[in-house]
């Protein structure tokens, strides 16, 4: 017995038999021939090619993003004495990277629909929530008759905790209410669905990208600011199903037809028209 210096009264489950505890020895083992582990070596295999494709896949397509971002020209529309008066701010999305011409952006969709108004982009690339303060102050001294802000992806990727998100877009907004005379806010939405990303990294943007939308909603609703919703869940997502058609050659920034489906969205928010 193991219960050597134990009252086994006391401990009864800890007096087992030195027998009930013998190893199994090398020889009582069944050897199988190797042609048995062929398959799951196999399989193995098939698994590490994969994953080795996906990641030159994804680090090829974060190449591509870069080129996009270098090419890519922001459309702004700058009449000083126009009768209606638009500010953009926020990341890539607002500059307008990954559309073929900057008429075909965001920005450019507004410049079609309003050829008299006053349009200023002051989107970046890599721009993040926090950037959103300094973006303002460039035109804390000037009016508009509509704000739009595009963010939100980057804080996403890169992780920026929740709480600080939450700060910085509340700052942001309350700066925005005070210079223009509506307010639109977005995010990127499901940025886990973008083709670019391999699993699991997709599962992982997809949980931060909903938790993002959801503060947003939360934030916009508690400074009346228009939220524009552009989350879908996965298999509701008819940029996944056709990504050729949205996504431009990164696999990530939309491209001219992307641009302009959130442009309607946008839009439906407004209480002007053309």
Not at 2 to 29: F, K, M, T
Request: net charge positive.
């Amino acid at each position: 017995m193991i219960c050597q210096g134990l009252d086994a009264s006391r401990a009864p489950i800890l007096c087992l038999a030195v027998d009930d505890l013998a190893p199994v020895r090398y020889h009582e083992v069944d050897e199988q021939p190797m042609w048995f582990y062929l398959p799951i070596i196999g399989i193995l295999v098939i698994l590490k090619g994969r994953f080795v494709a996906q990641f030159l896949f994804f680090l090829w397509k974060v190449r591509t993003g870069r080129g996009l971002a270098r090419s890519s020209q922001a459309f702004q529309q700058l009449r000083p004495d126009g009768r209606l008066r638009i500010l953009l701010i926020g990341d890539s999305t607002v500059f307008g990277t990954g559309a073929d011409d900057p008429s075909a952006t965001i920005a450019g969709c507004f410049g079609r629909d309003f050829p008299e108004a006053h349009i200023r982009n002051l989107g970046v690339n890599g721009g993040k929530v926090a950037g959103l303060a300094g973006q303002l102050a460039q035109v804390r001294d000037e009016q508009y008759d509509l704000i739009v802000v595009l963010v939100g992806g980057n804080d996403v990727i890169r992780n920026t905790p929740l709480e600080a998100v939450a700060r910085d877009i509340r700052t942001a907004l309350m700066m925005a209410r005070q210079i223009g005379r509506q307010v639109v806010l977005l995010s990127q939405g499901n940025i886990g669905n973008a083709p670019i990303f391999p699993w699991p990294l997709y599962h992982i943007y997809t949980r931060r990208a909903r938790r993002l939308r959801d503060m947003f909603m939360t934030v916009a609703n508690e400074q009346n600011v228009r939220f524009v919703d552009l989350f879908l869940e996965r298999d509701a997502d008819p940029w996944r199903r056709d990504p050729n058609r949205y996504y431009s050659a990164d696999h990530f920034h939309p491209n001219g037809t992307g641009y302009g489906e959130w442009y309607e969205k946008i839009k439906e928010r407004l209480t002007f028209n053309k």
